[in-house]
């Protein structure tokens, strides 16, 4: 009877059992299909960018004396040949206190106090704009205390205690740049002096200055200029500086490299993953058996592959200047899948090499910004007319199914336990009606024996 009850059950939801898990076998199949699609969108446009942040396919900065300056690139496009001159460096001042016997050693209570600005000679010039920092000296404190409380005030003054063959002294250094030069005064607790030591300005002991606080005096092309830093962004077009030395009378000069052969071999590499892609895309949309044949999200791109030549990468260049795809070499077949057009793409390194490089660069507009801005348009789960979109909804049919599978397994064992409940009832009955007739038949059989 319980065998009897669990195939009754059964097979009263099997056809919507067999339908749901029909259904929920199909979406599973196109969600991995369009994940897939998704996926190798995102890899290209994760694989581009990497490869666009490595810097070889556009016009890299090369500088002859390497002891000069690290090069790189900045935000525009670099070209021709640049000279470079570098007489001093950014440094930030350093000054010493006088030696006390040890590091242990106290120096006073009170008050210090960081003033900021330009030091001419032994002149100060307070900079208004930036405020005094007082440092409070507790009683009893040593010089690694007064340390201490400098660094924790966080101004771009570090100190720390330095024991030489004279005892232990405190070395405090300021930021790069002229204007981060710094004068320290004292105010002494009238119980427990000694900090009128440790204060400075220029009018005083010059031999505790053992650095000055300068900006980098260097020429680029011929041009003065002046950086409180030694890393200068952007000092010229395509151009990032880091000085580490100084050639006063040598220029040295800086160049631009060809990118030409690094991007042909990029576009290659670009039209054989677009064609892996357009391959996988006509397979799913096949309209004889595939299974994103009516997929929205799918029509979409192949869509936006078809106009992916011929759209505007660069739609700020001059005329004459490199703005599409196709200017380097990109062909779309009629077929709808790329093959690259290496003639137009040589033409185009011939006439502009450096517009060409600027192509595939980091920003707002390029190849890469182009193609990006593809795959998270093709990714956007918002977007229902999209592959993301289109992943959303089937996944959301999906569980709906999921949880319809759920209440039909409920119904179904709340069927099997009634069935099992009236089986059992029967049974009983059954037994009940076994047992009287067993015992007519006993009575019956006794009746007979006595008429014998």
Do not use: H
Not at 122 to 127: N, Q, V
Not at 176 to 190: Q, R, V
Request: hydrophobic share 40%; charged share 15%.
């Amino acid at each position: 009877m319980t065998g009897l009850a669990e195939q009754l059950s059964a097979a009263q939801f099997a056809a919507r059992l067999d339908q749901i898990s029909a259904k929920s076998d199909k979406l599973g199949t196109q969600i991995s299909s369009a994940s897939t699609l998704k996926g190798m969108i995102s890899s290209l446009a994760t694989s581009l960018g990497d490869r666009v942040r490595n810097g070889d396919l556009a016009a890299t900065p090369q500088i002859a004396n390497s002891t000069i300056a690290q090069v790189s690139k900045g935000a525009a496009t670099g070209r021709g040949t640049t000279t470079l001159e570098v007489t001093a460096l950014a440094r930030g001042q350093t000054l010493v206190s006088p030696s006390v016997a040890s590091e242990t050693t106290a120096v006073g209570a009170g008050t210090l106090t960081l003033r900021f600005g330009t030091i001419s000679g032994t002149g100060f010039t307070a900079d208004s704009a930036r405020a005094s920092i007082d440092i409070t000296v507790a009683s009893g404190a040593t010089l690694g205390d007064i340390a201490g409380a400098i660094n924790a005030k966080g101004t771009g003054v570090t100190a720390y205690v330095a024991t030489g063959t004279n005892g232990a002294q405190l070395v405090l250094k300021g930021a790069d740049g002229a204007a981060n030069a710094f004068t320290l005064e004292a105010a002494e607790s009238p119980t427990e002096p000694g900090l009128a030591a440790i204060a400075w300005n220029p009018s005083g002991d010059l031999t505790r200055l053992t650095a000055a606080a300068a900006n980098a005096v260097y020429k680029l092309d011929g041009v003065t200029r002046t950086s409180v830093s030694n890393t200068i962004a952007d000092a010229a077009p395509g151009l990032s500086l880091k000085l580490t030395g100084t050639n006063p009378g040598v220029p040295t000069t800086i160049s631009y490299n060809d990118p030409g052969t690094a991007i042909t071999s990029a576009m290659q590499d670009f039209t054989s993953a677009l064609n892996e892609m357009v391959s996988e895309l006509n397979r799913d949309t096949d309209p004889n058996g595939g299974v994103l044949s009516n997929d929205p999200g799918a029509r979409a791109l192949r869509r936006q592959l078809t106009t992916l030549a011929s759209a505007q990468v660069m739609p700020e260049n001059t005329t004459g200047a490199p703005t599409t795809l196709a200017d380097v070499g990109l062909k779309t077949n009629r077929d709808g899948s790329f093959s690259l057009d290496t003639d137009r793409l040589a033409a185009t390194l011939k006439r502009d090499p450096i517009g060409t490089g600027a192509m595939f660069t980091n920003g707002l507009y390029g190849v890469y910004a182009t193609f990006d801005k593809l795959s998270r348009t093709v990714g956007s789960s918002s977007d229902p007319g999209s592959l993301g979109g289109s992943i959303a909804r089937l996944t959301k049919v999906q569980t709906t199914l999921s949880a319809q599978r759920g209440d039909i397994a409920t119904k179904q064992e709340d069927l099997r336990q009634r069935l099992v409940s009236r089986f059992a009832k029967l049974n009983t009955n059954l037994t009940g009606s076994r047992s009287t007739l067993s015992f007519l038949q006993a009575q019956v059989s006794a009746w007979n024996g006595q008429n014998n």
